[in-house]
């Protein structure tokens, strides 16, 4: 793996990061309104917001796929 590439891999893991981290601050969310501590309207709310992020998670991956696969010379 050259320079070039490894910055790409590594603007690609750290797109990938933003979704994982939304995904964990709103899993806390839900786990607070299991325990009663917020309503929820807010634990149904970060659901949503969960499902989201794994489809956001699975683009930048997908898109990673996609650009280094582009980029194999035989």
Known sequence: MNEKEFSTVTAY???A?????R?????ELVKMALQGE?????????LDK???????????LTNMVDVLGNS???
């Not at 990061?17 to 981290?21: F, T």
């Not at 917020?38 to 970060?46: K, S």
């Open 23 to 27: 995904i964990s601050m709103q899993a």
């Open 72 to 74: 194999i010379t035989e």
């Open 13 to 15: 893991v750290h797109d």
């Open 38 to 46: 917020v309503p929820a309207e807010r634990a149904l709310n970060a």
């Open 50 to 60: 969960i499902i989201a992020s794994t489809k956001d998670c699975s683009e930048q």
């Open 17 to 21: 990061r933003k979704p994982l981290n």
